[in-house]
Nanobody
Framework: VQLQASGGGLVHTGGSLRLSCTAS???????IGWFRQAPGKEREWVSA????????YYADSVKGRFTISSDNTEKTVHLQMNSLKPEDTAVYYC????????????????WGQGTQVTVSS
């Protein structure tokens, strides 16, 4: 069971990036969560999608700027990030599981390796 996070990079303030989380298995009823961790800071939940219901969740800090979605392959979840800010700079991780509370990292079973997002001012 593997998750591969990709799509990170360096952008200017106001720019966009699209992160992808690709699983080695059909995601089916799994939920996918995105978390991020900036240097010297705690890991922070960003967004989640419950594939079985199509329900999406967003942290207040990214609401209206980020969009999470599943694609037709049933193995990939995307995080479209628009209007990026320097404070969005972090390593972004995706995780899969069956969380009761999508914001809680310990409720996820599988984690990807992370992809770096850097937003310059």
């Amino acid at each position: 069971v593997q998750l591969q996070a990709s799509g990170g990079g360096l952008v200017h303030t106001g720019g966009s990036l699209r992160l992808s989380c690709t699983a080695s298995f059909p995601l089916g009823t799994y939920a996918i969560g995105w978390f991020r961790q900036a240097p010297g800071k705690e890991r922070e939940w960003v967004s989640a999608i419950k594939n079985s219901l199509g329900t999406t969740y967003y942290a207040d800090s990214v609401k209206g700027r980020f969009t999470i979605s599943s694609d037709n392959t049933e193995k990939t979840v995307h995080l479209q990030m628009n209007s990026l800010k320097p404070e969005d700079t972090a390593v972004y991780y995706c995780a899969a599981g069956f969380p009761t509370i999508p914001q809680l990292a310990y409720e996820y079973d599988y984690w990807g390796q992370g992809t770096q997002v850097t937003v310059s001012s």
